[in-house]
T-cell receptor, first 113, second 114 residues
Framework: DGGITQSPKYLFRKEGQNVTLSCEQNLNHDAMYWYRQDPGQGLRLIYY???????QKGDIAEGYSVSREKKESFPLTVTSAQKNPTAFYLCASSIRSGWNEQFFGPGTRLTVL | SQQGEEDPQALSIQEGENATMNCSYK?????LQWYRQNSGRGLVHLIL?????REKHSGRLRVTLDTSKKSSSLLITASRAADTASYFC??????????????FGKGTKLTVNP
């Protein structure tokens, strides 16, 4: 059963704490992406990775960090520097960079108390 | 920066009616895609139309693209309650280096009443 998994589905953290969101895919896709979605809004790109051990900043990278040590994994860390971290976070992948169809995970809803 | 902008922001129709959503964008594109999102879930890819195509069909979906007007429309025919979702258009952005990333609009929230 191929796809993208994100865990956990809901996450609560205290203000000032770093938190890491998991994203795993078994589709053998080269490219992976992290988006943030706020209520009633579209998706904004945080970071993306075209290949293992490489990643680039998206439109709203400040306060976030990523790693891409394995092809199937692209974890996102929301740091204490992110001023308004409460949001719905979506991970996606595509066969390769420039192959436009993206496959999305179910999302993680992060609430910072 | 937001590339696609959907219109209307919200649409409510009766089951069996057709639903039309529009998307406008600002710069040149290679292709345009439509995605669907059920509440609290991830996005699902519906259809991709390339810049040299004018119309594309998939089941009850019909997408048109007018590159001269920088606009696209998504038509869902014979709508069902299960079509209730938000619909997003997404474009690549040639100005920002091509097809590496997609830029999404804010979406149209469709409600189909039984």
């Amino acid at each position: 059963d191929g796809g993208i998994t994100q865990s956990p589905k809901y996450l609560f953290r205290k203000e000032g704490q770093n938190v890491t969101l998991s994203c795993e895919q078994n589709l053998n896709h080269d490219a992976m992406y992290w988006y943030r979605q706020d209520p009633g809004q579209g998706l904004r790109l945080i970071y993306y990775s075209q290949i293992v051990n490489d990643f680039q900043k998206g439109d709203i990278a400040e306060g976030y960090s990523v790693s891409r040590e394995k092809k199937e994994s692209f974890p996102l860390t929301v740091t204490s520097a992110q001023k308004n971290p409460t949001a719905f976070y979506l991970c996606a992948s595509s066969i390769r960079s420039g192959w436009n169809e993206q496959f999305f995970g179910p999302g993680t809803r992060l609430t910072v108390l | 920066s937001q590339q696609g902008e959907e219109d209307p922001q919200a649409l409510s129709i009766q089951e069996g009616e057709n639903a039309t959503m529009n998307c406008s964008y600002k710069t040149s594109i290679n292709n345009l895609q439509w995605y669907r999102q059920n509440s609290g879930r991830g996005l699902v890819h519906l259809i991709l139309i390339r810049s040299n195509e004018r119309e594309k069909h998939s089941g009850r979906l019909r997408v048109t693209l007018d590159t001269s007007k920088k606009s696209s429309s998504l038509l869902i025919t014979a709508s069902r309650a299960a079509d209730t979702a938000s619909y997003f258009c997404a474009t690549d952005d040639i100005a920002q280096g091509g097809s590496e990333k997609l830029v999404f609009g804010k979406g149209t929230k469709l409600t189909v009443n039984p």
